[in-house]
C-alpha cells in the first residue's frame, strides 16, 4: 500500500462531541493494552493504530487519507506491519479501507461532480450499509476456500482477474501489483464464477456506471479490491449501480458493447 482511505467504522466511540468543529483530544480506552479486538497487534502497531486515531481527531472525521510510508517512519515500524494492521483491522470490521484512485496534477482522475445523477446518494448509502452488514465470515470463508484447493485446481484463473479489469475498468485506477491479500480473494471470486464473459461483463457495467466512476457527490470510486468483495459482482449485475438514465426498452448487454466495444 501508499496511499489510501481509511474510515473508521465506530467513530462516535472515539469523538468527543460530534456538535464541535475541532478537538485536541480524543476519547480512548484505557484498557487499549488488553483489547481483545486487538489481540494479536504488537505494541507498535497499537501504537500506529492511536497515529490513525489522532489524524481523524485533527480532520474531525470518520475517513482520512493515510499515507502508509509515512505512518511506518513516523511509528518507528516496517511498511509491512503498517499493512498487516490494515487488514487486521479491516477484518475485525474496526476499519474499511479503499485505495486513493490515480490522480493528474492533483486531481482525481474523471472525478466531476454532476447533479444529473440522481440515485448518487442513494446508492453511496447502500454503500456503507453494505460494509456494515458484512460478517467476517466471509472472510474466512475465502481463506478456507483458498487453503483447500490444490494449485493444479481447475477453477483456477486461465486469465487472472486483474488482466480482466485493467482491460476493461475504463477510466477507474488499474491493478499495478498484487498482494497476498488480493491473490486469495481473487481466486476465491473466480472460483465461485470461473467464467472469463462473466467478468469481463461485469467489470465493463461497473465501467459503465457513473457512481462507479466517481460521479457521485463525494467521489468515491470502484476500485479492484471492492470488485474483489464476495456480494460485489453480483449486485453489480442485478443492476444495483446502473445510472437511472438508461436508453429506453434498451438491451443493456448491447447497450455495453455499442458503449465499450464488444469483449474479444
Given at each position: ?226 470488485l474483489l468483495k464476495p456480494d460485489t ?32
Amino acid at each position: 500500500m501508499a496511499t489510501v482511505h481509511v474510515t473508521i467504522r465506530n467513530w462516535d466511540k472515539f469523538n468527543p462531541k460530534r456538535d464541535q468543529n475541532s478537538y485536541t483530544w480524543l476519547r480512548l480506552s484505557n484498557d487499549i493494552l488488553t483489547d481483545p479486538d486487538l489481540f494479536g497487534l504488537t505494541a507498535a502497531q497499537k501504537f500506529a493504530w492511536v497515529g490513525i486515531l489522532c489524524l481523524a481527531s485533527k480532520k474531525n472525521t470518520a475517513t482520512v487519507e493515510l499515507d502508509t510510508e509515512w505512518l511506518a517512519a513516523t511509528t518507528q515500524i516496517k511498511p509491512e506491519q503498517v499493512d498487516t494492521l490494515l487488514f487486521f483491522l479491516e477484518k475485525k470490521r474496526i476499519v474499511s479501507v479503499d485505495e486513493v484512485p490515480a490522480t493528474i496534477g492533483g486531481r482525481a482522475l474523471s472525478r466531476t461532480s454532476t447533479s444529473t445523477t440522481p440515485t448518487n446518494e442513494t446508492y453511496e448509502r447502500d454503500e456503507r450499509d453494505e460494509r456494515d452488514e458484512r460478517d467476517v465470515r466471509t472472510n474466512e470463508r475465502d481463506v478456507t476456500l483458498s487453503n483447500s484447493a490444490s494449485e493444479s485446481d481447475p477453477r483456477d484463473a486461465k486469465v487472472p482477474l486483474e488482466k480482466i479489469w485493467n482491460e476493461n475498468c475504463g477510466t477507474l485506477a488499474t491493478v499495478r501489483t498484487l498482494s497476498s491479500s488480493r491473490k486469495r480473494h481473487a481466486t476465491a471470486r473466480w472460483r465461485e464464477n470461473p467464467d472469463e464473459a462473466y467478468w469481463i461483463a461485469v467489470v465493463q457495467r461497473i465501467a459503465a456506471s457513473k457512481f462507479c466512476r466517481g460521479e457521485g457527490t463525494t467521489g468515491w470510486r470502484a476500485t479492484f479490491d471492492w470488485l474483489l468483495k464476495p456480494d460485489t459482482h453480483a449486485r453489480v449485475l442485478e443492476g444495483k449501480y446502473d445510472d437511472r438514465e438508461k436508453p429506453a426498452n434498451d438491451d443493456w448487454a448491447k447497450h455495453l458493447i455499442e458503449t465499450h466495444g464488444k469483449a474479444s
